[in-house]
């Protein structure tokens, strides 16, 4: 047998294999379906956790005792997803951020600790509104869950803070 003969064969053997000899109809659909659109998978809309109040919150975490080891893990194992603080008071700010033209952090009373702090980060814009009567006042914050530990609290980023202005003390 010559050369071009055993090429022509192993050629052939590997073409058959490889599904290039068969006909059109019987080779996979990919050049069939590749004008048709892949299939839309909706997401699945996912209800926010939501607590009544930072207090409510800081209680449910143990405040007055050991706390819930469920909701904890909860919190832990829900990074990334949403969040509503339904009433927070907001005690205190870290505008250092803010002044540079990035987030003003509102943070509810952690007098008890940094494991019951909330930490509300809110975009540059939301932070001007807030800072035209800085006073103490009741939030809705929501959001995403950005981090949760037991030793320094929820923080919830982006946050979006909503409150009404006859709630700014005078």
């Known amino acids: 047998m010559k050369k071009t003969q055993i090429f022509s064969i192993f050629l052939a053997g590997a073409l058959v294999l490889s599904g290039c000899g068969k006909p059109s109809s019987e080779n996979n659909n990919s050049s069939k379906n590749s004008t048709e659109p892949a299939p839309v ?17 800081a209680n449910s975490l143990g ?37 540079k033209g990035g987030k003003l952090h509102l943070m509810n009373d952690d007098s008890m600790g ?3 702090r ?16 800085k006073k103490r006042r009741v939030i809705v914050a929501s959001g ?25 003390p005078k």
């Open 41 to 57: 998978v909706a997401e699945a809309k996912v209800d926010p956790i939501v607590f009544e109040s930072d207090n409510a919150l």
């Open 118 to 133: 909330i930490t509300c980060s809110i975009s540059s814009e939301n932070g001007d509104k807030f800072m035209k009567t």
């Open 144 to 168: 995403i869950l950005k981090d949760y530990s037991s030793t320094d609290g929820l923080t919830i980023d982006p946050c979006n803070a909503t409150w009404q202005e006859s709630d700014a």
């Open 114 to 116: 940094r494991a019951y």
């Open 63 to 99: 405040m007055l005792g050991q706390g819930d080891a469920l909701l904890k893990k909860k919190l832990g194992t829900s990074v990334g997803k949403p969040i509503q603080i339904t009433s927070m008071f907001v005690w205190s700010l870290d505008s250092s951020e803010w002044e």
